[in-house]
């Protein structure tokens, strides 16, 4: 089994290091000097509990170095898939598969969904269509990321928490792709559970990131100050509530209410939520898949988003201030 981690930033890297320690055929594809360090001395990893790792790494920003693959797990920002679509097809054969683990709506949302939704396209996270397109929905696995990692110094992972990566095939079903991966990260150290409602968790993961993210980047507060100042936490239930309306008109089953999802985010404590790192450090903003998509989402469904709206149209003028966002 030959899988390929496309963007090995901090979660890549981190998938990286532990498929490679289990034995796994395992290639990374990366860029400056993160790679250039992977090369040179190889991949290290520090461990939630203070344990280090190095393991010699198949590490190339260009992916006709790598070939052909059973499986490419894409860790990258939503906004960085589609513009490397074209980039990406040496990875790709007949039996290939990719493995979505982006935050956000995902692209492929509407395959094989049923209804009257069916094979509708989005284009706030696939402008056009260029991931519809360019793989083919057919080829997708859908995975919702939950470590915590960062990339603390070139060639360097630091994981912080969490080893959970929720797989689900589009309509549902156990597949045999979907359980060799889940066994190949299982063997890796990793959970790795096969759903049949992958969707129900990637809107419980999006709630949070839908509302926290944007006003953490408006205010420069951490997730501790923002889910138990009253103005700030009302303005995230406003969004969360919308979001579940729009959700539950799709069949989405939440397993928990909005009061308890945030006082999740409070008990998390000073974090800085991922949209206001890349504001501090000059990175573009995951916007349009977290917020905009959800918006977008509404629109298909015919649900009034008022807040999500007002907070979208601030975090875009903010990011755009910035020139992080256009």
Excluded at 84 to 90: E, T
Aim: proline share 6%.
């Amino acid at each position: 089994m030959k899988i390929c981690v496309f963007g090995a930033g901090a979660i890549g890297g981190y998938m990286g290091v532990k498929l490679a320690q289990a034995g796994a055929d395992v290639s990374l594809v990366a860029r400056g000097p993160h790679l250039a360090a992977m090369q040179a001395n190889g991949l290290k990893l520090i461990e939630e509990g203070g344990e280090k790792t190095v393991v010699s790494v198949t590490a190339s920003d260009n992916p006709a170095d790598l070939g052909v693959q059973d499986y490419i797990i894409v860790t990258l920002k939503a906004h960085s898939v589609p513009p490397i679509v074209d980039k990406m097809q040496p990875l790709i054969g007949p039996n290939t598969t990719i493995v979505s683990g982006v935050n956000g709506v995902p692209w492929w949302y509407f395959h094989k969904i049923g209804g009257e939704h069916e094979g509708t396209r989005l284009e706030s996270v696939d402008p056009g269509n260029a991931q519809w397109d360019g793989f083919g929905p057919d080829r997708v696995l859908g995975c919702v990321v939950y470590p915590a990692a960062e990339v603390i110094e070139p060639g360097v992972v630091k994981h912080i928490e969490g080893n959970r990566f929720s797989l689900g095939e589009p309509d549902g079903s156990k597949s045999e792709r979907a359980v060799a991966l889940s066994q190949a990260l299982s063997s890796a150290g990793l959970k790795a559970p096969v759903r049949p409602r992958l969707r129900d968790e990637i809107w419980v993961k999006l709630w949070g990131n839908l509302s926290f993210n944007p006003i953490s980047a408006l205010t420069h507060a951490t997730l501790d100050v923002l889910c138990t100042d009253p103005g700030t936490r009302a303005v995230a239930k406003g969004m969360m509530l919308e979001a579940q309306e729009i959700a539950e008109k799709l069949g989405v089953k939440f397993p928990i209410d909005v009061e308890r999802r945030i006082d999740g985010g409070a008990a998390v404590g000073a974090h800085r939520t991922s949209m206001l790192q890349d504001l501090d450090q000059g990175r573009p903003m995951e916007i349009d898949a977290l917020v905009g998509s959800v918006q977008e989402l509404g629109r298909v469904v015919n649900v009034p988003t008022p807040t999500i709206d007002t907070v979208l149209a601030l975090v875009q003028l903010r990011a755009r201030t910035a020139g992080l966002y256009s």
